[in-house]
């Protein structure tokens, strides 16, 4: 990998989703699927699941889906004070084992922040986090 954070890690999502998607796997394929409904907009807005799920993620201590449920949120016009209450939501959650996991949101949120306008959407469609 050879580009910024952000673009390294949505080049990878996608080289490895399409590697992914590219196997004769109904079970798989129809997860991803269930995965992208889940996250469109319903009851619920397309930024309120996706701080749904970094609260979900920051509890289940996965630093991948983290930092695309962080690129998702800033995407659904998540502020900085906004970012912080769900951080804190999963902290009180989670509890002091989600500190360095937060470390790592906070810290891939601000390349999100100082990466230039191209960067600022780097997360394709939803599947699997």
């Known amino acids: 990998m050879s580009g910024t954070p952000v673009e390294d890690f949505t ?4 080289r490895m989703n399409e590697r992914i998607l590219g196997e004769d796997n109904q079970v798989v394929r129809r997860f991803f699927a269930l ?5 469109r907009a319903g009851a619920l807005d397309v930024k309120t699941k996706e701080m749904l799920g970094l609260v979900a993620s920051m509890v289940l ?17 998540v502020n900085r004070d906004e970012f912080f209450e769900v951080f804190s939501v999963g902290l009180v959650v989670g509890g002091s084992i989600v500190i360095p996991h937060l470390r790592r ?6 390349t999100l922040e100082a990466a230039a306008p191209s960067d600022a959407t780097p997360c394709d469609d939803h599947p699997a986090a």
Do not use: N, P
Request: charged share 30%.
């Open 61 to 77: 201590r996965c630093d991948d889906c983290i930092s695309y449920h962080v690129a998702q949120c800033k995407e659904a016009g």
């Open 105 to 110: 949101a906070v810290d891939f949120l601000d």
């Open 35 to 39: 995965d992208t409904q889940t996250y």
């Open 11 to 14: 080049s990878f999502r996608k």
